[in-house]
């Protein structure tokens, strides 16, 4: 199935730093979901975007919908140390999801 | 309120042995269902999803197959365990365009 182009792989960050990642496809999507992954459990879903342009907050994360429905950023301010963990994105057109590669990040105290 | 349950949490299966991992959603009906297994923490792959009872697509041609004998029941089941069939498998189910993960099984083949 389809994968979309996430980056950063990973990234080590200082607490208090802010965080920005994105997330590229080839396809239009018509929403843009953010998840976050503990190690061990299953992905929690952070933020759904579902217009371009849109951009949306959930506490300290905001992520926005792109333009073109071909990509989604997501940015953390002021990192704190239980923001660690795998930050997947995913594209949906309706019945079908597909993932990221995911982002790890580490909140160096 | 929906919540996903999985079990077992864990497991750890001889190769050539049966596998059955159960999921169920509760809170809603009519979901449609799904089943994911990761390697390594990264990279979901899907293997199969549902969009009702007895009605499942695959993915990825595999020694797994899969199984919705009630609405809110999705069940992953293999004849023959493989040891790369050792992974992390979710369930999860979606409603309009999001979708939502269970906890996950953690299974070793050895």
């Known amino acids: 199935g389809q994968q979309l182009n996430q980056s950063p792989q990973s990234m080590f960050i200082q607490e208090g730093e802010d965080v920005s990642m994105n997330c590229t496809s080839s396809s239009i999507f018509n929403t843009w979901l953010w998840y976050k992954q503990d190690p061990g459990e299953g992905p929690v879903l952070l933020i759904a975007?579902?217009?371009?342009?849109e951009l949306t907050s959930n506490g300290r994360l905001t992520a926005q919908f792109g333009i073109t429905r071909k990509d989604s950023f997501l940015n953390i301010s002021a990192s704190i140390p239980s923001d660690v963990g795998i930050y997947f994105c995913a594209g949906s057109t309706g019945n079908q999801f597909y993932f990221g590669t995911g982002t790890s990040l580490t909140v160096i105290p | 309120s929906q919540t996903i349950h999985q079990w077992p949490a864990t497991l750890v299966q001889p190769v050539g042995s049966p596998l059955s991992l159960e999921c169920t959603v509760e809170g809603t009906s009519n979901p449609n269902l799904y089943w994911y297994r990761q390697a390594a923490g990264r990279g979901l792959q899907l293997l199969f999803y549902s969009v009702g009872i007895g009605q499942i697509s695959s993915e990825v041609p595999q020694n797994l197959s899969a199984s919705r004998p009630q609405d809110r029941q999705f069940i992953l089941s293999s004849k023959k365990l493989l040891l790369s069939d050792s992974g992390f498998y979710l369930c999860?189910?979606?409603?309009?365009?999001?979708?939502?993960f269970g906890p996950g099984t953690r299974l070793t083949v050895t």
């Open positions: 999860a189910w979606g409603m309009e365009v999001k979708q939502y």
């Open positions: 975007l579902y217009k371009a342009g």
